[in-house]
């Protein structure tokens, strides 16, 4: 029904921030990273492959920056990395005609990168089941228990809706598994003002 009618939900997750203690920097405070030992600096190292030919490949030991931070420099909060996972809970407006596996896009709510600009937050849907309602695009399908005298002789009942019982009138004669469309009674199409029918199905007990 949230899926139906709209709602808003909170979500919790973890996200990759800027380390708020060195400022995305990894030192310790007054503390300066060093240059790399390894790449003197270029952040990047020469191999040796076949034929005597050369190649340059990222430094493996400060990631191509040029610099590392010893350990008794390192900020204590991220470990030098510069970056902590934090918890969050974020809102998520559910749009009324949401379906199963919907995505949904909220700006700079995601990981931060090496600048420290945010990525957005994707929220996955999962639409359960509803117990009388089945759904089907925008349409929804209804059983309905009709009695055998109301079938035969005609006649009305109460069927439920996602908007609440109605009343729903039965013709003479009318058949078990018979079908019968309620216009506009279905879900909304996500950005428009179009609404699909509900669809009751008559089930209509014989006598023995």
């Known amino acids: 029904m949230d899926a139906a009618k709209g709602a808003t939900k909170s979500v919790l997750y973890e996200a990759i921030a800027t380390c708020k203690s060195c400022q995305g920097r990894g ?3 007054g503390k300066k990273r060093d240059v790399c030992l390894a ?4 952040g990047v190292r020469s191999l040796s492959v076949a ?60 990981d931060d990168d090496s600048e420290g600009l945010p990525g957005d937050l994707i929220v996955r849907l999962r639409v359960t089941p509803h117990k009388t309602f089945i759904r089907q695009d925008s349409n929804v399908f209804v059983e309905a228990q009709v009695p055998f005298h109301t079938a035969i002789l005609g006649g009305s009942v109460r069927v439920p809706s ?15 598994n018979q079908q019968m469309v309620m216009k506009s009674r279905g879900l909304r199409k996500i950005g428009t003002n179009y609404r699909g029918d509900q669809i009751v199905i008559f089930k209509v007990p014989l006598p023995k």
Do not use: H, W, Y
Not at 61 to 86: A, F, H, L, M
Not at 162 to 176: H, W, Y
């Open 27 to 29: 030192t310790k405070s």
């Open 39 to 42: 790449c003197k600096g270029s």
């Open 162 to 176: 996602i908007d609440g019982d109605v009343e729903l009138n039965v013709p003479a004669g009318s058949q078990p």
């Open 51 to 110: 034929s005597g030919f050369r190649m340059q490949v990222t430094c493996d030991q400060c990631g191509g920056k040029g610099t590392r931070i010893s350990p008794e420099n390192r900020c204590p909060t991220c470990g030098g990395k510069g970056q902590v996972k934090e918890r969050k809970v974020e809102s998520v407006d559910i749009p009324a005609g949401a379906e199963d596996g919907m995505r949904i896009r909220i700006p700079k709510k995601g």
